[in-house]
Nanobody, 124 residues
Framework: VHLEESGGGSVQSGESLRLSCAAS????????MGWFRQGPGAEREGVAS???????WYEYDVKGRFAISRDPGDNTLYLQMRSLKPEDSATYYC???????????????????WGRGTLVSVSP
């Protein structure tokens, strides 16, 4: 399984960005996929996840602002981010695991595959 993120960039507070994650060499039938972020000196944390049934999970601080979705046609994962804040600034990583259940892609413990990350910078 190969994951490649795109869509990061620099925006101002209140603006929007959409991240994409293209998945290739896919072998999972039951799975979860998620977005994590990691700021300088911080641990990698889960932001949002979705599983093969379409069930989702969101970290508390992004509920109502971020939306995760997946296009099953080409297995591309998206993260629509609205009302961005400076504290959302981080490198965002796409992740996947061969387990059903969005909570299994909410922490790093069960993740089997990672992308290389895409940088999001939000200025005040």
């Amino acid at each position: 399984v190969h994951l490649e993120e795109s869509g990061g960039g620099s925006v101002q507070s209140g603006e929007s960005l959409r991240l994409s994650c293209a998945a290739s060499e896919w072998t999972y039938t039951k799975f979860c996929m998620g977005w994590f972020r990691q700021g300088p000196g911080a641990e990698r944390e889960g932001v949002a996840s979705i599983d093969s049934d379409g069930d989702t999970w969101y970290e508390y601080d992004v509920k109502g602002r971020f939306a995760i979705s997946r296009d099953p046609g080409d297995n591309t994962l998206y993260l629509q981010m609205r009302s961005l804040k400076p504290e959302d600034s981080a490198t965002y990583y796409c992740a996947a695991a061969p387990y059903r259940g969005p909570y299994l892609c909410a922490t790093t413990q069960w993740i089997k595959n990672w992308g290389r990350g895409t940088l999001v910078s939000v200025s005040p």
